[in-house]
């Protein structure tokens, strides 16, 4: 924890404009929140349940691309949608969180949702902080001046190389990066033109065997022509997403464990030493969703992934995710409820003893959870003893 918030404050003091620093820093002083929120709601658990600092809504599972190593696997059907909750129900899980509770959504594409513009105005009305993972194709300006209407605070595109490349990721449609690219544009335009500093744009990358040769790129386009505040990484990562059913199945699953092709290792670990000399002088924030105690360690998993474990984390103390039919679950994917049977408001949660098992499992288990090696955004130490 000490070393991320060094490297946040070595970061901040460095000279920029001034709401060019908020763009740039926002996410890093979100997770530097979020990790100080989480301990203190892992600390207290057995005192007093703090309200999870984060909800994220998977909006729904309908998507119109099909990227090959999406968790959504299977999901992106007509039965699915059918299945779906409806809006008033999502405005009651708003109303009844916190104004300190962060919304995230995602999908599938989120904005394939049909109510979900209007929940973003409920959303901003409410006053509240909500970010949304977009893949960008499906906006047109008069959505995108209803995203700077609703105050939403961040919006991040993803994009997994460069046109060809992308393109071929997405499933082969000829136009996908160039709709994607053409909506970042538009929408810092109208942005520029209203006089609005929000949404802050993000681009989110996996990086993969067949897309690395492009970021050099990708990172340049980013930051010159799509003038993003933000570019992240994840590691590759395609496991489909399934609920445990019990705690014991969630505790005892192995983890798949995804390889680079060993040929292509080296030129990987070249990339990797590539984005760190960037973000020495980039004005972006630039980062990997994983955590690895420095940029040796990051090669290290590339390079053989067994060897790390994942540390203790807070996550599941303090972060909820609803499915697109109301199912409540951990990150663990580890079904707690739904929202109808709690009436659409969290806290009635704390008292379950689903919720409680799990809880208490991780107090127990800690690290030895093997399951969450498929975590985005898990923090990994080397199991060897360090030199």
Same mark, same amino acid.
């Given at each position: 924890?000490?070393?991320?918030?060094?490297?946040?404050?070595?970061?901040?003091?460095?000279?920029?404009?001034?709401?060019?620093?908020?763009?740039?820093?926002?996410?890093?002083?979100?997770?530097?929140?979020?990790?100080?929120?989480?301990?203190?709601?892992?600390?207290?658990?057995?005192?007093?349940?703090?309200?999870?600092?984060?909800?994220?809504?998977?909006?729904?599972?309908?998507?119109?691309?099909?990227?090959?190593?999406?968790?959504?696997?299977?999901?992106?059907?007509?039965?699915?949608?059918?299945?779906?909750?409806?809006? @008033?129900?999502? =405005? #009651?899980?708003? %109303? /009844?969180? !916190?104004?300190?509770?962060?919304?995230?959504?995602?999908?599938? $594409?989120?904005?394939?949702?049909?109510?979900?513009?209007?929940?973003?105005?409920?959303?901003?009305?409410?006053?509240?902080?909500?970010?949304?993972?977009?893949?960008?194709?499906?906006?047109?300006?008069?959505?995108?001046?209803?995203?700077?209407?609703?105050?939403?605070?961040?919006?991040?595109?993803?994009?997994?190389?460069?046109?060809?490349?992308?393109?071929?990721?997405?499933?082969?449609?000829?136009?996908?990066?160039?709709?994607?690219?053409?909506?970042?544009?538009?929408?810092? @335009?109208?942005? =520029? #033109?209203?006089? %609005? /500093?929000? !949404?802050?744009?993000?681009?989110?990358?996996?990086?993969?065997? $067949?897309?690395?040769?492009?970021?050099?790129?990708?990172?340049?386009?980013?930051?010159?022509?799509?003038?993003?505040?933000?570019?992240?990484?994840?590691?590759?990562?395609?496991?489909?997403?399934?609920?445990?059913?019990?705690?014991?199945?969630?505790?005892?699953?192995?983890?798949?464990?995804?390889?680079?092709?060993?040929?292509?290792?080296?030129?990987?670990?070249?990339?990797?030493?590539?984005?760190?000399?960037?973000?020495?002088?980039?004005?972006?924030?630039?980062?990997?969703?994983?955590?690895? =105690?420095?940029?040796?360690?990051?090669?290290?998993?590339?390079?053989?992934?067994?060897?790390?474990?994942?540390?203790?984390?807070?996550?599941?103390?303090?972060?909820?995710?609803?499915?697109?039919?109301?199912?409540?679950?951990?990150?663990?994917?580890?079904?707690?409820?739904?929202?109808?049977?709690?009436?659409?408001?969290?806290?009635?949660?704390?008292?379950?003893?689903?919720?409680?098992?799990?809880?208490?499992?991780?107090?127990?288990?800690?690290?030895?959870?093997?399951?969450?090696?498929?975590?985005?955004?898990?923090?990994?130490?080397?199991?060897?003893?360090?030199?």
């Amino acid at each position: 924890m000490c070393y991320c918030y060094c490297e946040l404050f070595k970061s901040i003091i460095s000279p920029m404009n001034p709401q060019r620093l908020i763009n740039k820093f926002t996410r890093r002083i979100f997770l530097a929140y979020s990790d100080l929120y989480g301990f203190l709601a892992q600390k207290l658990f057995n005192v007093h349940h703090l309200y999870p600092s984060k909800i994220t809504f998977k909006i729904t599972n309908i998507c119109n691309v099909d990227c090959h190593f999406c968790y959504n696997v299977g999901k992106n059907t007509q039965a699915e949608r059918k299945s779906e909750i409806d809006l @008033e129900s999502w =405005k #009651k899980l708003v %109303s /009844n969180s !916190p104004f300190y509770t962060a919304i995230s959504f995602t999908g599938g $594409e989120a904005f394939l949702y049909p109510h979900l513009f209007d929940l973003l105005k409920f959303i901003g009305q409410k006053k509240r902080k909500a970010s949304i993972v977009s893949n960008g194709t499906t906006l047109n300006e008069e959505q995108l001046n209803k995203l700077i209407d609703s105050k939403l605070h961040y919006l991040m595109f993803s994009l997994h190389g460069m046109e060809r490349t992308h393109n071929r990721i997405l499933g082969g449609h000829i136009n996908y990066f160039e709709k994607t690219t053409e909506t970042i544009k538009k929408l810092e @335009e109208l942005k =520029k #033109k209203r006089g %609005s /500093n929000y !949404p802050i744009v993000g681009i989110k990358v996996v990086i993969t065997n $067949e897309n690395y040769q492009d970021i050099p790129e990708l990172m340049d386009y980013s930051e010159k022509e799509l003038k993003a505040s933000h570019l992240y990484f994840n590691l590759l990562s395609n496991e489909p997403f399934e609920l445990f059913e019990n705690v014991n199945d969630a505790f005892k699953a192995q983890a798949p464990i995804h390889m680079y092709e060993k040929i292509k290792i080296p030129k990987i670990h070249a990339l990797i030493d590539h984005i760190f000399d960037y973000k020495k002088t980039s004005r972006m924030n630039i980062g990997f969703t994983n955590v690895f =105690k420095n940029k040796q360690k990051l090669k290290d998993y590339v390079e053989n992934p067994g060897q790390f474990d994942v540390t203790a984390c807070n996550k599941p103390f303090h972060e909820l995710y609803i499915q697109p039919n109301g199912d409540v679950i951990f990150c663990l994917k580890y079904k707690v409820t739904n929202i109808k049977d709690i009436n659409y408001d969290i806290r009635n949660i704390f008292a379950l003893p689903r919720y409680r098992e799990l809880l208490e499992a991780f107090q127990e288990k800690g690290k030895k959870v093997d399951y969450c090696h498929t975590c985005l955004e898990a923090t990994f130490e080397d199991k060897r003893a360090e030199a």
